[in-house]
């Protein structure tokens, strides 16, 4: 999710770097990671209130909807102050701004994620409808999808909501991005399979292809291992992220037992991996 400890150093880092080759992205990375720091800390405390009235308006429903604020601005910055810029600096001789390509679409997808979590129900719901780029199919991501099969899974209630296909779009096109980029033990790449596998468990309720999508993560940094810089730092956010995507791969389907909700979603959704 945005605002994520490992995302955050690689904000920082190439907003530091990135000052002499072009200082406009350099702006907008630093803009996006005060937006970041600032945006973790609602969704800690998003995750602690989230036992709310749904039938009147709470501090709670006004702290989603200043969530919900934050993520259409993150997405203002990335599509309109960062991409257009990294749209400049394309083929081998900018192989160093490799992790900084993955790390705009892993962002392009979190900042999506928080509108899927969110801006779902009629007391969360607001105006600040997010722009998101046209998918692979020609279909607009905002448009309505009543009627629409389900996709890897996702149900007739999730399938007919706006953010859910365009965000899987996303994540699809980050993991790829990750794919072809990095190797699979790097930090980034496993951050990546991270958020996207608890996307797929608790937004599509796609629960086989989440612990196939952790498991493989786990596989593929295992395997490539030999690849590891030789940085403790990144040692011990691969040590982290590895043993998280594990657990996710052993999850198993919520019980049908009765559980607290928030806003028709359940309370696994608002779990530490999600939020």
């Not at 980029?181 to 790449?189: A, I, V």
Request: proline share 5%; aromatic share 8%.
């Amino acid at each position: 999710m945005v605002g994520s400890e490992v995302d955050q150093k690689y904000i920082g880092a190439f907003a530091k770097t990135t000052a002499g080759l072009n200082a406009m992205l350099s702006a907008g990375l630093y803009k996006l990671l005060g937006l970041s720091t600032l945006l973790s800390r609602k969704l800690l405390r998003a995750r602690k209130q989230r036992k709310l009235d749904p039938t009147r308006t709470t501090k709670s429903l006004d702290l989603y909807r200043h969530i919900i604020w934050m993520a259409r601005e993150g997405l203002t910055i990335l599509q309109n102050e960062i991409q257009p810029e990294m749209a400049n600096y394309v083929g081998s001789k900018y192989a160093s701004l490799n992790e900084l390509r993955v790390l705009v679409a892993k962002l392009n997808a979190s900042f999506l994620h928080i509108f899927v979590l969110f801006d779902h129900t009629y007391q969360t719901r607001t105006t600040m409808v997010p722009q998101v780029p046209k998918m692979s199919n020609g279909v607009n991501g905002t448009a309505h999808l009543n009627g629409s099969p389900g996709i890897n899974g996702v149900g007739a209630i999730n399938s007919s909501y706006a953010y859910i296909t365009p965000t899987l779009d996303a994540f699809n096109k980050a993991e790829e991005c990750a794919r072809q980029l990095l190797p699979g033990s790097h930090p980034l790449r496993l951050s990546v399979k991270l958020e996207y596998s608890a996307f797929l468990y608790d937004c599509t309720k796609d629960y086989e292809n989440a612990r196939h999508v952790a498991q493989r993560a786990v596989d593929e940094a295992v395997a490539s291992m030999d690849a590891m810089p030789d940085d403790e730092e990144a040692f011990e956010d691969y040590m982290e992220l590895v043993g998280s995507l594990g657990v996710l791969a052993k999850r198993g389907e919520p019980s049908p037992k009765p559980s607290p909700r928030m806003n028709g979603y359940t309370d696994d959704m608002a779990n530490g991996h999600v939020i």
